[in-house]
């Protein structure tokens, strides 16, 4: 059942100044809100078909699939760096033609993107029809510069955009069988979620896990049974890989591995303390999966927060890392805005996200060839702040609430809302 906004907490007659931000957030809403949401992402998904460069990213993997088709292997292109799936996923696309797939593409990025939003709400139990949910992804669509790009482009980050959340809702619901499928079939496409298997060690879930490594293995396997020398994988795409590609990926590298060294500091030093964040993140997601919810919230807060923080700890380090990844997480670090106390509540939140902000006039040379500064900014601030609330105890106490026309009652279906003294921290 999602969060009731009728359901205020009250502190003697009068509600808190957060729960009415909750009420608001959660309150149905409007059809004017529905119209002009709608029309903001029919326009940036419009306008990504109509930029010149339409699908860019999304066009080595169609090369690839046709590459395979003409009998020749797709790892002849330097740039083709996905699994031998991502080709056989990539073959119905290849078949598409590009005048319609001009249309297409931006309709499955904006449909992917749609589909993640709407798990991450379910996960933290927020209504579909609420102001937060209508007003959300069409909000992230207008100011967050990344979300365009990434329609734009094509890139295949979407499906892990959609697959997270999806598969932490299943894991939510028990099912974990079913999220391991989901997160193995995200994989196939494009290994971005293999750190989440962290997650499913956590929790213990072995099954899960099995599933999750098994099905990209083997649709990998057919993959590479179809292509001629398979063994370029290996020999030619992982050592490019692991080397941070080359000069072309370097402007948008938000890695602080490939950010560090335009900065001044010494390789070794840059991979050193990148190495060193990430494990602190690490240590940051088992702390927060250790610590339970309150009681009637369920796990959705743990799941969200564990695997982002999880996900955030492997962008420190993996070579590229571009600033579309953080769309991976940042709808499930926006949906537990709907509880008091969460991140989205708190300013350093914002602060963190002003440097992908569109209405942010920043100079050129950080819009282009130096913007992977601004990336990298985002990326450890959003991993910091995530870090800190892990570490810090959350304890939610749910206080009496009334509703018109019943008596007092505690209502584990209300925003949890942090003790006293944990609201008026910023985080």
């Known amino acids: 059942m999602g969060l009731r906004p009728g359901i205020w907490l009250m502190r003697g007659d009068r509600p808190s100044a957060a729960g009415r931000v909750t009420a608001w957030l959660l309150g149905p809403a409007p059809l004017p809100w529905r119209v002009v949401s ?6 940036v998904a419009v306008s990504a078909g109509l930029h010149p460069k339409w699908g860019s990213d999304n066009a080595f993997v169609v090369k690839a699939a046709d590459a395979l088709l003409a009998g020749a292997s797709p790892y002849e ?3 083709f760096l996905y699994l031998p799936s991502a080709v056989i996923m990539a073959v119905p696309e290849a078949m598409v033609p590009r005048a319609v797939l001009r249309w297409l593409l931006p309709a ?20 579909l029809r609420s102001r937060m949910a209508v007003g959300g992804l069409a909000l992230l669509a207008l100011v967050y510069k990344p979300y365009a790009n990434l329609v734009m482009l094509g890139n295949w980050t979407a499906i892990s955009a959609a697959a997270l959340p999806l598969a932490l809702l299943l894991a939510h619901r028990r099912r974990w069988a079913a999220a391991g499928l989901v997160v193995g079939l995200a994989i196939a496409c494009k290994p ?39 063994t370029l994988f290996f020999t030619k795409t992982l050592p490019f890989l692991f080397q941070g590609q080359d000069s072309y990926a370097l402007p948008w590298d938000a890695s602080p591995v490939a950010v560090l060294p335009r900065l001044g500091v010494p390789g070794p030093v840059a991979v050193a303390l990148a190495g060193a964040a990430a494990l602190a993140g690490l240590w940051a997601a088992r702390t927060r999966w250790r610590r339970p919810d309150a009681e009637g919230e369920g796990d959705g807060p743990r799941l969200a927060e564990t695997a982002c923080m999880v996900m955030l700890a492997a962008f420190l380090v993996s070579r590229p890392s571009f600033d579309h990844y953080l769309l991976v997480v940042l709808p499930l670090l926006l949906a537990t805005g709907a509880r008091e106390g969460s991140m989205p509540r708190s300013p350093w939140f914002w602060l963190a996200l002003t440097p992908q902000m569109v209405l942010v006039p920043w100079p050129s040379e950080l819009a282009h060839k130096r913007r992977a500064f601004k990336d990298c900014a985002t990326l450890c601030g959003l991993a910091i702040l995530l870090a800190r609330r892990a570490r810090r105890s959350s304890r939610v106490t749910l206080e009496p609430v009334t509703t018109a026309g019943s008596p007092p009652r505690t209502e584990p279906e209300c925003a949890a809302t942090p003790a006293a003294s944990a609201s008026r921290t910023a985080f």
């Open 108 to 127: 499955g990025m904006t449909g992917l993107l749609g589909a993640g939003w709407w798990a991450s709400l379910r996960l933290l139990s927020v209504s």
């Open 192 to 230: 971005m979620l293999v750190p989440l298997g962290l997650l499913f060690v956590l929790a213990r879930q072995w099954r899960g896990l099995a599933v999750a490594v098994l099905v990209p293995a083997g649709m990998s396997l057919a993959g590479a049974l179809l292509m001629p020398s398979p």
């Open 77 to 79: 292109d330097k740039r």
């Open 38 to 43: 709608a029309g903001i992402l029919l326009v």
